[in-house]
DNA sequence: TTGTATGCGTTATCAC
DNA sequence: GTGATAACGCATACAA
């Protein structure tokens, strides 16, 4: 019952140990054919399987990533960013520990401190909003890449939305369809860094087009759920020189503007187009009328940040990026913009 | 540089390493106070961390989990599953190496495989629906729990939700109110297990009450999406007999019901109450009205599950429970019920 | 071409 | 009380 070890495939085919080793990690090329089939064989056979850790401990290489967020389950959109390092790394015969630090205090260092003596080969350290985090003075010289986060190291390799160049496609997708009165409705100051570059991004293509500044409008701090934005849309639209686009920071807050414009009478597109932002799963598909907005690639940014850090480690050929890299997030055009009304 | 290791603190404090190993373990009660401190001291200062894979090579325990789950993706539910089980592995000093396997064919095998040569102490196995997954036979003898999944081996420990008991109470709430007229959406067959628990929950209550068998609408076929309950909810709505409450099976098919509401101009929680199940995130308490649901306890079962493997494995003291655990599933009350209108 | 010897960093079993 | 010493399972430089 006990674990077959490469001992018994050399004793079972009348070989050292060494041969067997050299002939499964295919690292000579001068032992005959027939050695070679008949180790396969044996090893076929008894159903042998290496026992990694010992060859961890021999060749100084787990094949494991450490990965550190913070916590997991706030955001829905977590698991696409799991889900797409784990694939990338399975792919290359590599394994991740995962650790959700849940924004306790010094619980980042001590996870990082727990990988590091589990040998881990790399890190991945994420965040699950687009932030700055300090991890290049923790990880202790072992290559790292951040994933929706921006280390404190210049030259480290992170991976994060592209939330200005989105944030413009969205306002342009609006003056496209003919808006000039386009309101943005952002969230409160906090330590994201999403909140400006989609702020500038509206700014920015607005400008572009001529129309000066553009209204933001920002909750004066933060609210769980929708209500904010609803009670800064409502305002917005029962003003006399109402917009006839909005482009809300995020889902939620497009939520409220539904929200609004149904307790104010105006038609979703008809009335009032509307553009979201983070493309949740369940909700902006979900509301009526469907909402079009702006998807984070976190998927992408999963598999992208990885194979950056197996580059690094030399599993992986060619070279990582250097510093911040941003990722596109692709437009899911649904049901929520139309030409502005003609008059008013 | 390099690391330091065991032999580097001894060599600083003049002992050996055993004596070293023997003190940082706390395995022997016969050494003087004085060399315990120093000991400390020098590991202390040196910065001394074990090399945990040397050590396992030792003992045969890596302190490690291995997590196979089918997709992470699709459903946004299962951040928090896997969140409870990071969390209770850290607080007993264990680490896990998760692993999606998308459903591909053969992939949960070779993913337990590999998982296997990493010599794992235990496994979580876990579907992010509640469905049957034989993986008892694949996991060589390795202990093993069940995590939102049923073993084909009786034996193993198992943790799903209470669907039956979610469901009779979800039921139980609206015959609270004074309904008596109540429908219930399902979802398609399939292999979810969840579907007929639901159903026979619905039915047990309504039985009990002396209401019959009940109605039960099921969709021919899967379909993305709320679409489906919408049609459903739609027909059942429109008839002379029309309920004056829904069962939903799920949130998403809630929000079906919610859209048929809106076209025949009925007012929920008036004319009509909801309730759902699941209670996804930025969906059931964003909807207007707010949705009254019945929580899936995932952070509770990943949690569960966790300690009932480390039961297993002998760190945590007591019994892992014998098969399957059903956990309660909260109602989580909001605004989508009232009494039924007086007459029609 | 294959086998022998040694080391990876621990822990554990002994003597001393 | 403490220190040699032998595993743990594998990889590899070198000898044969």
Redesign the pocket.
């Known amino acids: 019952m006990?674990?077959?070890?490469?001992?018994?495939?050399?004793a079972a085919c009348?070989?050292?140990?060494?041969?067997?080793?050299?002939?499964?990690?295919e690292?000579?090329d001068?032992?005959?054919a027939?050695?070679?089939a008949r180790v396969r064989a044996a090893a076929d056979e008894l159903g042998?399987?290496?026992?990694?850790?010992?060859?961890?401990?021999?060749?100084?290489r787990t094949h494991t990533i450490g990965a550190v967020t913070d916590t997991l389950i706030t955001t829905a959109s977590s698991a696409p960013m799991v889900q797409g390092a784990l694939d990338v790394a399975w792919r290359h015969d590599h394994l991740v520990l995962w650790l959700g630090t849940e924004d306790q205090p010094d619980h980042l260092r001590q996870a990082i401190a727990s990988l590091v003596a589990r040998q881990v080969d790399g890190f991945l350290v994420g965040a699950m909003y687009h932030r700055r985090l300090p991890f290049a003075s923790l990880t202790q010289g072992i290559p790292t890449v951040g994933l929706n986060a921006v280390s404190d190291d210049p030259a480290a390799p992170c991976f994060v939305p592209d939330d200005f160049g989105a944030a413009h496609a969205a306002v342009r997708l609006l003056l496209d369809h003919g808006h000039r009165r386009i309101a943005h409705i952002s969230e409160p100051h906090g330590d994201g860094l999403a909140r400006q570059l989609r702020v500038d991004g509206f700014r920015a293509a607005l400008s572009e087009a001529g129309l000066g500044e553009g209204r933001v409008l920002v909750p004066p701090h933060w609210h769980e759920g929708s209500g904010f934005a609803e009670e800064l849309a409502l305002r917005a639209l029962d003003a006399p020189d109402r917009p006839t686009a909005i482009f809300a920071f995020n889902d939620i807050a497009a939520i409220g503007v539904y929200h609004a414009a149904r307790r104010l009478g105006l038609s979703i597109p008809d009335d009032l187009s509307v553009v979201g932002f983070d493309d949740y799963v369940n909700v902006a598909s979900e509301l009526y009328p469907k909402l079009t907005t702006m998807a984070l690639p976190h998927r992408r940014m999963g598999q992208l940040a990885t194979e950056a850090l197996l580059a690094r480690l030399g599993v992986l050929d060619g070279e990582a990026p250097e510093g911040v890299t941003r990722v596109a997030c692709p437009p899911v055009v649904r049901d929520s913009i139309a030409p502005p009304p003609r008059d008013r």
């Open positions: 006990a674990r077959v070890r490469l001992k018994d495939v050399a009348g070989v050292s140990p060494a041969t067997v080793s050299l002939v499964l990690n690292a000579s001068r032992i005959p027939t050695t070679i042998y399987t290496p026992n990694t850790v010992a060859r961890s401990l021999r060749t100084r």
